[in-house]
């Protein structure tokens, strides 16, 4: 596709129950990252894949939100035992070049979440 | 770690008018910053960026200017139009390779 594709736009979740979302980035970009954005907030990191190799996930917020690049393409964002504090809108990126320092990175529509 | 800082939060101005946004960063290893615009319902979507070798950049009525020794830099919109209402984010390339956001601007233009 032009532009990075994020799947499901919309998600309501029950609180307590597991949640995946995807990330389709750009073809042949090498970096990925995810984002979290809440309600009237800026965007904060939550992690980094160049390739296949997660290189940075220190934005998670609790051991509940796992992230995965298994062939270097599509990305899946899982949290486990969702709470009504990570209702957000989860965005995804992705750049033609490692790291995002200095480099133009291209964000998704986003997914947004909401725990119920 | 880095720290973005934006100014103001919500700006209103008459269709035509110039529109300033300013911000302000604490890494001074930062060296890339840029601007995102988001829509309601829509991802950020860049419009203009300047890395730390450059003190101004234009892009026909979009400019950044970039003060390093201060840690500032603003975002200028001259002949607002309507369509240019939306949140409007600044960045900066954090020393860790990911980009820190400011807490964003919500522009209105009024025609």
């Known amino acids: 596709g032009a532009g990075v594709s994020q799947s499901p736009r919309y998600k309501v979740a029950k609180r307590g129950q597991d949640v995946a979302l995807r990330c389709d980035p750009i073809?042949?970009?090498?970096?990925l990252f995810w984002y979290q954005q809440a309600l009237g907030q800026g965007p904060e990191f939550l992690t980094y894949?160049?390739?296949?190799?997660?290189?940075?996930k220190s934005g998670l917020p609790s051991d509940r939100f796992f992230a995965e690049r298994p062939e270097g393409s599509v990305s899946t964002l899982k949290i486990q035992r969702t709470q009504q504090e990570d209702s957000a809108v989860y965005l995804c990126?992705?750049?033609?070049?490692?790291?995002?320092?200095?480099?133009?990175?291209?964000f998704g529509e986003g997914s947004w979440l909401t725990v119920v | 770690g880095e720290n973005v800082e934006q100014h103001p939060s919500t700006l209103s101005v008459q269709e035509g008018d110039s529109a300033v946004i300013k911000c302000t960063y604490s890494?001074?290893?930062?060296?890339?910053f840029p601007w995102y615009k988001q829509e309601l319902g829509k991802g950020p979507q860049l419009i203009i960026d300047?890395?730390?070798?450059?003190g101004e950049k234009k892009d026909q009525r979009i400019a950044v200017t970039l003060n390093k020794t201060a840690k500032h830099f603003s975002l200028h919109i001259t002949e607002t139009q309507p369509e240019d209402s939306a949140v409007y984010f600044c960045?900066?390339?954090?020393?860790?390779?990911?980009?820190?956001f400011g807490k964003g601007t919500k522009l209105s233009v009024k025609p």
């Open positions: 300047i890395r730390s070798n450059v």
């Open positions: 894949f160049q390739n296949e190799a997660q290189l940075d």
């Open positions: 990126a992705s750049s033609p070049f490692t790291g995002s320092s200095g480099n133009t990175i291209y």
């Open positions: 073809s042949g970009h090498v970096s």
């Open positions: 960045a900066a390339g954090g020393s860790q390779g990911n980009l820190i």
């Open positions: 890494d001074s290893a930062s060296n890339y």
